[in-house]
């Protein structure tokens, strides 16, 4: 998964929050919803976007708790079939029924966000210690810093890291500026209409 995966996946799943739900799902979405319908790949997604975001701060401290809020809402992303279900049971006033499911799921701790939160410390303390090493002359360039960093992101979320993904892991507007360019374009161009409507 690299960057770009990972902003799809971000964004795509804040549209599943936006849809919205039937009035009788009481918290519950569709995993339908979410187009891979894999909780574990939100996560992972969660976490590049999250260390891309601290590396160039590209959101502010709401914007970032307004992605956190919404990965709350994981947890309630249910089963089709379970989301039919409880449909049901409020349509028929088995309230009691549905209070009880619903409670195992409050419960709950929301999906993996403990360790989003851990990992997002952990990438800040990264940011910070990177830099350091670049005011010290010890690592020497830019595209260094931003290679040892990726590396190290991708090693702390626990996902594979492939040599390619550091041709992702730029602003989009650098990204922009390379899209047609010869020697990055086998990198860019199947993704050439999404890096040049986004930033």
Same mark, same amino acid.
């Given at each position: 998964?690299?960057?770009?995966?990972?902003?799809?996946?971000?964004?795509?799943?804040?549209?599943?929050?936006?849809?919205?739900?039937?009035?009788?799902?009481?918290?519950?979405?569709?995993?339908?919803?979410?187009?891979?319908?894999?909780?574990?790949?939100?996560?992972?997604?969660?976490?590049?976007?999250?260390?891309?975001?601290?590396?160039?701060?590209?959101?502010?401290?709401?914007?970032?708790?307004?992605?956190?809020?919404?990965?709350? *809402?994981? +947890? =309630?992303? %249910?089963?089709? &079939?379970?989301?039919?279900? @409880?449909?049901?049971?409020?349509?028929?006033? $088995?309230?009691?029924?549905?209070?009880?499911?619903?409670?195992?799921?409050?419960?709950?701790?929301?999906?993996?966000?403990?360790?989003?939160?851990?990992?997002?410390?952990?990438?800040?303390?990264?940011?910070?210690?990177?830099?350091?090493?670049?005011?010290?002359?010890?690592?020497?360039?830019?595209?260094?810093?931003?290679?040892?960093?990726?590396?190290?992101?991708?090693?702390?979320?626990?996902?594979?890291?492939?040599?390619?993904?550091?041709?992702? *892991?730029? +602003? =989009?507007? %650098?990204?922009? &500026?390379?899209?047609?360019? @010869?020697?990055?374009?086998?990198?860019?161009? $199947?993704?050439?209409?999404?890096?040049?409507?986004?930033?």
């Amino acid at each position: 998964m690299n960057f770009i995966d990972a902003h799809k996946i971000v964004h795509n799943y804040a549209g599943a929050m936006a849809k919205g739900a039937d009035d009788n799902a009481l918290l519950f979405r569709p995993l339908s919803y979410i187009p891979f319908q894999n909780k574990d790949k939100v996560i992972d997604a969660h976490k590049i976007f999250y260390s891309h975001m601290i590396f160039y701060n590209t959101r502010t401290q709401e914007q970032y708790e307004q992605y956190n809020n919404i990965l709350k *809402f994981l +947890k =309630f992303f %249910v089963p089709d &079939d379970i989301y039919k279900s @409880v449909i049901k049971l409020v349509k028929k006033n $088995k309230m009691k029924e549905a209070s009880t499911f619903m409670s195992d799921y409050i419960d709950k701790p929301s999906y993996r966000l403990e360790e989003v939160e851990d990992y997002f410390s952990t990438m800040i303390d990264i940011k910070n210690q990177s830099l350091e090493l670049y005011d010290k002359n010890e690592i020497k360039t830019m595209e260094d810093l931003i290679y040892n960093y990726c590396i190290r992101a991708y090693q702390h979320a626990n996902i594979e890291y492939k040599e390619e993904y550091f041709y992702y *892991f730029f +602003k =989009f507007d %650098v990204m922009k &500026d390379y899209v047609d360019d @010869v020697n990055y374009i086998k990198y860019y161009h $199947k993704y050439r209409d999404y890096i040049l409507n986004n930033q």
